[in-house]
């Protein structure tokens, strides 16, 4: 199954600019979406961002216009933050959709400071 590690993780101010990113190894010819979660201290995990094959993408209202997901390859993906907000701080998951499963990763934690 696709296997997931994202990075680029750590602590930034508000209004400043950080970008994660995934890297996928196994099958990922098979994977139909790739997105990004997040989970904040005490909250359930929740959809931040997503890019289909055909390269359609789809944001949570939150992040809409300072967030942005592409796709560089098969393999890689990347979720550039720009003017983030403390309430943007959590633990993020890269995620891959195929048919068959849902593949999770190990997240990296994202701090932004006031």
């Known amino acids: 199954h696709v296997q997931l590690q994202a990075s680029g993780g750590g602590s930034v101010q508000a209004g400043g600019s950080l970008r994660l990113s995934c890297e996928a190894t196994g099958p990922t010819n098979m994977i139909d979406i790739r997105t990004w979660y997040r989970q904040a201290p005490g909250n359930q995990r929740e959809l931040v961002a997503g890019i289909r094959n055909n390269g359609s993408t789809n944001y949570a209202d939150s992040v809409k216009g300072r967030f942005a997901v592409s796709r560089e390859n098969a393999e890689n993906w990347s979720l550039q933050m720009n003017n983030p907000k403390p309430e943007d701080t959590g633990v993020y998951y890269c995620?891959?959709?195929?048919?068959?499963?849902?593949?999770w990763g190990r997240g990296t934690l994202v701090t932004v400071s006031s």
């Open positions: 995620n891959a959709k195929t048919r068959l499963r849902n593949n």
